[in-house]
C-alpha cells in the first residue's frame, strides 16, 4: 500500500477523522481568533466586572470586564505557538543526545548515554519545574525549560531507534567502505527513523500544551498582560464558586488542544508503522543489463528463483551476483562469515532492502511472478500471504505497546481483508499451531509478557497468519538458549513439513544449518562459493573456504586446553574485493592463478556447485593455525 493510500485510509477511520477535525480547528482558530477577536478579547468594561456566564458573555467576564470566551479563542495563538516552540528545541536537543552515541564513538556514546538514561529517570513534570525555576518565570523561561524536559525522552527514543538501524547489514556495508560517522547518520539512518520520530513529536507537542497550561497556571509561564490557556485557567479558578465557566472554558480547550495533537500522532503511527515485512519495500530496483527470457522449464516446483542477484550501496556490492533456486518443501540454508551478505540475500528476496541500497537480478521470481517487475502496489498482495519472514531478535519485530494477539490479527485484517473479530479468532488458533499454551490468554498479552522462545514461536505463528509457501528465517535462534533453539527449529521444521513450505534459513551456525536443512549455500565476499548436499556437508565438501568453516566448529573431541580452531586473516572487504579469488589471502591452496583469476560457481557433477580452482584438493579439514576464530566476527552482526 502506497504511503498516500495508507494516509487515506487512516482519515477514514474515526480517529483519523477527529484528529484532522479537530487539529484544524485549532490551528484555524491559531491563525484567526487574534485577527478576528483581539480587540473584543481586549476591551476593558468597567460595567461589567467578574459577570457570570451569560447570553452575552459565554464563559463571563474577569476582573476587568473582558470577555472570557473571547480571550480563550484568542489566547490559542499564543498557547499553540510556545507549545511549537518547546517541542522544536526538546526535538532538536533530543536530536542531538540520541545520534550522539552514533558520532562520538563507543567511549563518548556510553557517557552521553548515561546521561540520557538519569535524565529519563526523572518525571517530566518535575524537570520541566526545575528547569523553570532555574530560567526565571515567564515564556522566554518557560520554553527551554518544557523544551529540555522533553528532550531526554526524546533521545532516549532516538537513540534506540538509530542503534536498531545501525547494526543492519546496510549500515554495516557503508561503514566497511569507509563511509564516515556523520554521512552514516544523515544518510542512512535518520532516514530510517524519521517517520517514528515524527510521529513521536506530534505526540510531544500534546504534551507540551499540557505542561505550558500547567506552568502558566502556576504562575511560571506567560506572565501578564499576555495570557495563554493556562494563566486564564489560573484566573477562572480563583473565582471558579461565582463563575465556574470562567474555569471550565479554558480547561476545555486545553484538554481539546492536547487531544488533538495525540489523536494526530496516533493516526500518524497507523499511517507510517509499523509495517509488514512487505509494506516496508523502499529499495529501488535497476537493471544493469536486458533482461534473460525467463525460462520456467522444469522449475514447475520452484517457488523462489534467483539469478545473478547484486545488492549494492553506492559503489559497494556487498552481494555480488548470487544465484539459486528453492522448490516446494525445500529447505536451503545459507552460511558464512559476518559480511559475506547471506543477510542481504534473503532481505533482497523479501524485497526488505532499504534506501539506499539497490537491488538488481537477472531473475528474482518467487511463485512464478518476477518481483522486481512487480509495482510497488501489487508486491503486498503477492508477498503478503505467501512469504513470512523470521527475524533473529523477535523482540524488536513485535511492537512493545500492542498486544501479541492484535498484531498477529491485524496481518489477517491487511492481508485476506479479514473482519476483527475472525481475525482474532484466527491469530489464537494460529498461536495454538505453534504450541502456545494457553493461546486465548496469550493472545491478550503483551510481547514483555512473552519469554524470548515464546516470542520467536509467536514471530512463526505471525508467519502462518497467510498461507505461506516460503520462510525466510535469519539467524532465528542466535538470541535464544541451546534448548529453546531446539524447540524453534524442531518446529520450523513441522510447519514446513506439514504444509510443503519451503525455507530459506541465514545462520553462521554451519552446525545447524546441516542439521535442518536439505542443502547448503555457503557464501564469501557476497558470492556463494559452494553449493552442495547437507549430507555432503561432513565428507563431500570441495571448498577450503567450507572446510575451515567446518574444521573451525567445535565438538566433542575438541581439546578445549588448545586454542579454538580458526580462519586465519579478515573476511575480504566488500568496497575492495581482490582481484581474483576472494578467498586467496586466506586460503591454504591459493597460487597465482588464484590471485589472477576468479572462479566461477560451476556444477561439480556430484550434486554441487563449487567456485575454487583447486576444489576437492583437501583430503582433511583446514586446521588454519592459531589465529582466533571468526566466531567472535560472527557473533558481531551479519
Ligand atoms: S580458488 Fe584458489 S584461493 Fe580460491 S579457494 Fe580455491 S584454492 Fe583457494
Redesign the pocket.
Known amino acids: 500500500m502506497t504511503s498516500r493510500a495508507r494516509w487515506a485510509g487512516v482519515l477514514r477511520t474515526p480517529v483519523g477523522a477527529a484528529a484532522a477535525v479537530l487539529l484544524g480547528a485549532v490551528l484555524l482558530l491559531a491563525v484567526l481568533a487574534p485577527l478576528l477577536w483581539g480587540g473584543r478579547a481586549d476591551e476593558v468594561d468597567t460595567a461589567r466586572i467578574l459577570q457570570p456566564a451569560s447570553a452575552q458573555h459565554w464563559a463571563g467576564t474577569d476582573n476587568l470586564g473582558r470577555d472570557i470566551f473571547f480571550r480563550v479563542l484568542v489566547a490559542t495563538r499564543t498557547s499553540v505557538q510556545l507549545a511549537l516552540l518547546a517541542t522544536a528545541l526538546g526535538v532538536a536537543v533530543g536530536l542531538l543526545l540520541g545520534t550522539a552515541p552514533l558520532l562520538l564513538g563507543p567511549r563518548l556514546g556510553r557517557l552521553v548515554t548515561a546521561a540520557v538514561n538519569i535524565a529519563v529517570a526523572f518525571p517530566g513534570l518535575l524537570l520541566a519545574l526545575s528547569f523553570a525555576v532555574i530560567f526565571g518565570a515567564g515564556a522566554s523561561g518557560a520554553v527551554p525549560a518544557i523544551g529540555l524536559a522533553i528532550a531526554p525522552g526524546f533521545a532516549r527514543l532516538t537513540q534506540t531507534l538509530s542503534a536498531t538501524v545501525a547494526g543492519r547489514d546496510f549500515v554495516a556495508a557503508a561503514r566497511i567502505a569507509g563511509v564516515g560517522r556523520f554521512r552514516v547518520l544523515l544518510r542512512h539512518v535518520l532516514p530510517n527513523i524519521a517517520e517514528p520520530l515524527l510521529v513521536n513529536a506530534t505526540m510531544a507537542a500534546g504534551g507540551s500544551l499540557l505542561a505550558f497550561a500547567g506552568l502558566s497556571f502556576l504562575g511560571l509561564g506567560v506572565q501578564a498582560p499576555g495570557y495563554d490557556w493556562g494563566r486564564l485557567l489560573g484566573e477562572g479558578l480563583n473565582g471558579i464558586y461565582l463563575n465556574p465557566a470562567a474555569a471550565l472554558v479554558p480547561g476545555v480547550a486545553v484538554v481539546l488542544a492536547g487531544l488533538a495533537f495525540n489523536l494526530v500522532g496516533e493516526a500518524a503511527a497507523k499511517a507510517v508503522g509499523p509495517r509488514t515485512p512487505t509494506g516496508t519495500v523502499r529499495g529501488d530496483s535497476f537493471e544493469d543489463g536486458p533482461p534473460a527470457p525467463v525460462d520456467r522449464t522444469g522449475q514447475s516446483e520452484a517457488v523462489l528463483v534467483v539469478e545473478d542477484l547484486k545488492v549494492s550501496f553506492g559503489t559497494v556490492t556487498p552481494v555480488r551476483g548470487v544465484g539459486f533456486t528453492l522448490r516446494r518443501g525445500e529447505a536451503v540454508g545459507i552460511v558464512g562469515e559476518s559480511g559475506s551478505g547471506k543477510s542481504l540475500t534473503a532481505l533482497a528476496v523479501a524485497q526488505l532492502i532499504e534506501q539506499p541500497g539497490r537491488v538488481a537480478a537477472r531473475r528474482l521470481d518467487f511463485l512464478g511472478d518476477d518481483l522486481l517487475r512487480t509495482p510497488p502496489r501489487a508486491r503486498p498482495r503477492l508477498l503478503g500471504t505467501s512469504l513470512a519472514m523470521v527475524f533473529q531478535d523477535p523482540t524488536t519485530s513485535f511492537n512493545p505497546v500492542q498486544r501479541i494477539g492484535r498484531q498477529l490479527a491485524e496481518v489477517a485484517e491487511q492481508h485476506l481483508g479479514d473482519r476483527r473479530g475472525p481475525a482474532l479468532a484466527r491469530a489464537v488458533d494460529r498461536l495454538r499451531a505453534v504450541r502456545i499454551p494457553g493461546a486465548a490468554r496469550r493472545a491478550r498479552q503483551f510481547p514483555h509478557e512473552f519469554s524470548g522462545g515464546m516470542r520467536q514461536r509467536a514471530m512463526i505463528g505471525m508467519g502462518l497468519m497467510g498461507e505461506p509457501k516460503l520462510i525466510i528465517a535469519d539467524e532465528p535462534t542466535t538470541a535464544l538458549d541451546v534448548t529453546v533453539q531446539r524447540q524453534v527449529l524442531a518446529l520450523l521444521a513441522a510447519v514446513r513439513a506439514a504444509d510443503d513450505v519451503a525455507m530459506l534459513l541465514i545462520s553462521h551456525d554451519i552446525g545447524v544449518v546441516e542439521q535442518v536443512c536439505d542443502r547448503v549455500l555457503v557464501m564469501y565476499a557476497g558470492r556463494i ?1 559452494e553449493d552442495l548436499p547437507a549430507a555432503q556437508l561432513r565428507d563431500g565438501a570441495r ?3 567450507t572446510r575451515a568453516l567446518l574444521g573451525a566448529v567445535p565438538d566433542l573431541a575438541t581439546d578445549r586446553d588448545q586454542p579454538l580452531v580458526v580462519i586465519p586473516g579478515r573476511p575480504a572487504d566488500p568496497a575492495a574485493p581482490p582481484p ?5 589471502p586466506r ?1 591454504p ?3 597465482d ?3 589472477r583469476a576468479d ?1 566461477a560457481l560451476l556444477d561439480d557433477g556430484l550434486g554441487g556447485r563449487v ?5 576437492g ?1 583437501l583430503p582433511e579439514p583446514v586446521r588454519a593455525g592459531a589465529a582466533v576464530l571468526s566466531a567472535a566476527t560472527e557473533g558481531e552482526g551479519r
Not at 580 to 584: E, N
Request: aromatic residues 14%; charged residues 10%; hydrophobic residues 45%.
Open positions: 562459493v571448498h577450503p573456504y581474483g579469488c576472494a578467498f586467496a586460503c591452496l591459493a597460487d592463478h588464484c590471485v572462479p567456485a575454487c580452482w583447486h576444489a584438493e
